[in-house]
Nanobody
Framework: QVQLVQSGGGLVQPGGSLRLSCTASGSIFMINEMGWYRQGPGNQREFIARITANGGFTTYADSVKDRFTVSLDNAKNTGYLQMNNLEPADTDVYYC??????????????WGQGSQVTVSS
């Protein structure tokens, strides 16, 4: 079964750092693109960052630019979101979303299960 599994959320003090991971498992050939989003209670899911495998092009929301870094390691079928200088406003559930090429051909776009990030003193 092809799926995305997230890890790395938790509680951190303001100014601290966390790294989220998102690993694709199953019959995966490669991750073509991975995006990160976040969603708070009653809010729409908000785009945070995106990276492409071809060229490593990155895009960031203004709210996280210069604080968050997205990366992709296709050798490990894993993408990362490094979050530095975290603020209480960054408290949310974070989701990865990836476009995958399967080993037997074809594409699939999946969401991870979500990771709670809480920034509080």
């Amino acid at each position: 079964q092809v799926q995305l599994v997230q890890s790395g959320g938790g509680l951190v003090q303001p100014g601290g750092s966390l790294r989220l991971s998102c690993t694709a498992s199953g019959s995966i050939f490669m991750i073509n693109e991975m995006g990160w989003y976040r969603q708070g209670p009653g809010n729409q899911r908000e785009f945070i960052a995106r990276i492409t495998a071809n060229g490593g092009f990155t895009t960031y929301a203004d709210s996280v630019k210069d604080r968050f870094t997205v990366s992709l390691d296709n050798a490990k079928n894993t993408g990362y979101l490094q979050m530095n200088n975290l603020e209480p406003a960054d408290t949310d559930v974070y989701y990865c979303n990836a476009d995958l090429t399967l080993q037997l051909g074809g594409h699939r776009r999946l969401w991870g299960q979500g990771s709670q990030v809480t920034v509080s003193s």
